[in-house]
């Protein structure tokens, strides 16, 4: 007899045997907000598995943010240390110009 399992993110990431070692607290919330997001699954998605989708695309948006900011950081103080810097109009001038070149690699 084969199980055929349900849709859910979960299972599309890890696989269908996904291992589950620790859990997350419980979330109280208002009905209004429960509803829409049940309101929102896919056909077969689990509200479990929607809020894992959520959680691991917040905890990803956080480490792109950190690690943006780690690199701005970074660069000011290269500019401090060498005493090189580049005016808003430079930065903005080079990027007009590789975005133009990669259109028209494209084309």
């Known amino acids: 007899m084969q199980v ?3 849709y859910c993110i979960a299972y599309a ?10 859990s997350i ?6 009905p209004e907000l429960r509803e829409a997001a049940e ?3 896919r056909e077969g998605e689990t ?7 959520s959680l691991r695309a ?7 943010q950190q690690e ?9 103080d290269e500019a401090k240390q060498s005493g090189t810097y580049f005016s808003a109009d430079q ?5 007009k110009s590789k975005l133009a070149k990669k259109k028209a690699k494209s084309q």
């Open 4 to 6: 055929t399992l349900p």
């Open 13 to 22: 990431m890890h696989g269908a045997v996904a291992m589950k070692t620790a």
């Open 25 to 30: 607290p419980s979330l109280r919330v208002a």
């Open 39 to 41: 309101d929102l699954l």
């Open 47 to 53: 509200l479990s598995g929607f809020l894992e989708e």
């Open 58 to 64: 917040h905890i990803q948006r956080r480490r792109t």
């Open 68 to 76: 943006f900011i780690t690199r701005g950081l970074a660069s000011r």
């Open 91 to 95: 930065v903005l001038r080079e990027m």
